[in-house]
């Protein structure tokens, strides 16, 4: 099993950059899938960005182009960098993650929408971009 804490959340106004990091605790990461997901209140959780355990990465279509997502396995870290921010990423900003990643990734495509299966979850930071 892993913890899970995030940070590096803020505020920013539109078009400004975030880097969200997620740092882990307890086993190794490196055969885990891992993930970013955002929530605000009364809305869904909604699945950000994904990378497998081999480094290939999917995003949400509202974000492809302006985030990225990378991760350290001998850190054990997980981060989200987020260009050209927008009103509407506001949100609280959860890392998660699971194995095997295979339940989640093939062909170097992740699920983004199995995001409520994943096991491990940090308590989120607050991003809120004004316009």
């Known amino acids: 099993q892993v913890q899970l804490v995030e940070s590096g959340g803020g505020s920013v106004q539109a078009g400004g950059s975030l880097r969200l990091s997620c740092a882990a605790s307890g086993d190794t990461i490196n055969d885990y899938c891992m993930g970013w997901f955002r929530q605000t209140p009364g809305k869904e959780r909604e699945g950000v960005a994904i990378i497998d355990n081999n480094g290939d990465t999917t995003y949400a279509d509202s974000v492809k182009g302006r985030f990225t997502i990378s991760r350290d396995n001998a850190k054990k870290t997980l981060s989200l960098q987020m260009n050209s921010l927008k009103p509407e990423d506001t949100a609280t900003y959860y890392c998660?993650?699971?194995?095997?990643?295979?339940?989640?990734?093939?062909?170097?495509?992740?699920?983004?929408?199995?995001?409520?299966?994943?096991?491990?979850w940090g308590k989120g930071t607050l991003v809120n971009i004004s316009s």
């Open positions: 998660a993650a699971d194995w095997p990643c295979v339940s989640y990734c093939s062909g170097g495509y992740c699920y983004l929408g199995d995001y409520y299966r994943m096991v491990y």
